[in-house]
C-alpha cells in the first residue's frame, strides 16, 4: 500500500529512490524496503520527511485514495466567520499544538 503509492509518485515526479534517498536523509535501503515490502506500516518520522520532501500530506499515503494530489481541487475558502472561528481556537493552542496544524495545513495545500 505505502510502498506502491510511495513508488507511483516518485515515478510521477520523476525521482530515484536512491535520490529521494539523498533528497530526505534516509537510508537508500530503507526507502527500497519501503517500495518493496509494501506495507501498510512505517516509521512515522521517515514517513514525515518523505511527504514533506514530496510535497504531499502524510494522508496521500495512508488513505485508500490513489489519485495524484496534485490533481485534487481546491478547498473552498471559508466564510469571514469560519474564518475568525478558527482564529480564536487557533489562539487557545499551545505552541506545540500550533506547530502541528500549521504542518498539516501545509502537508494538505502542498497535495493541491
Do not use: H, W
Request: glycine share 6%; no cysteine.
Amino acid at each position: 500500500m505505502i510502498g506502491e503509492k510511495l513508488d507511483t509518485l516518485l515515478k510521477a515526479k520523476g525521482i530515484r529512490p536512491g535520490t529521494l534517498a539523498k533528497m530526505t536523509g534516509i537510508p537508500k535501503e530503507t526507502i527500497y524496503s519501503i517500495i518493496k515490502r509494501n506495507n501498510k506500516r512505517i516509521n512515522l518520522s521517515n514517513m514525515e520527511r518523505i511527504a514533506e520532501t514530496l510535497e504531499v500530506p502524510m494522508e496521500y499515503f495512508l488513505s485508500g485514495d490513489d489519485a495524484d494530489p496534485a490533481q485534487k481541487e481546491k478547498p473552498d475558502i471559508p466564510e469571514d466567520d469560519e474564518l475568525e472561528e478558527f482564529v480564536q481556537l487557533f489562539d487557545q493552542l499551545t505552541d506545540e499544538q500550533k506547530s502541528f496544524i500549521l504542518s498539516s495545513m501545509k502537508g494538505i495545500l502542498a497535495g493541491k
